[in-house]
């Protein structure tokens, strides 16, 4: 048995997928047909959302980036956005630690993860940059593999 946990480094790095993305969209906007969904462990340390919200859903809620969103600010750990709940604009904040899954259906890209990162807050230093020695030369992950037909 291999001592390398491949799910748990592949979610990883889709986490810094979603990063990626969600930083493109902070500084460039949110092109057609592009929405994003997602479901977030609102149960997980780092996850700050208004209580009466966490009251309704205290261990995991879907949120959707399309219409009507603003401040998103994406860190290495996270990402801030306001959203609107009842037509009542509420910032939040989701580790990337947190996500159990990504979609963009106008792009048919979905990502889902094995769960929470155990142990983590939202300041995971999975998504730091790697180090300046680390060998990443020939590494190429395919993501065709994630996409639905």
């Known amino acids: 048995m291999s001592g390398i946990n491949y799910p748990d480094i592949m979610a990883q790095v889709l986490r810094g997928v979603v990063a990626a993305v969600l930083k493109y969209v902070a500084e460039k906007g949110l092109p057609e047909p592009n929405y994003f969904v997602m479901d977030i462990c609102t149960d997980h340390p780092g996850v700050e959302i ?12 879907r949120i959707i980036l399309q219409h009507w ?6 860190g290495a750990a996270g990402f801030f956005v306001t959203l609107s709940f009842n037509n009542s604009p509420q910032p ?49 992950v395919s993501l065709e593999n994630f996409r639905k037909g």
Do not use: C
Request: aromatic share 10%; charged share 25%; no cysteine.
């Open 92 to 140: 939040i904040y989701v580790p990337f630690a947190a996500l159990k899954s990504f979609s963009d259906p106008g792009a048919g890209v979905t990502f889902s993860f094995p769960g929470p990162v155990p142990g983590e807050s939202g300041d995971s230093p999975a998504l730091d940059e790697p180090a300046a020695d680390a060998d990443t030369k020939g590494k190429v």
């Open 50 to 61: 208004p209580d009466w919200l966490r009251k309704q859903h205290p261990q995991e809620m």
């Open 69 to 74: 969103f603003e401040d998103l600010n994406v």
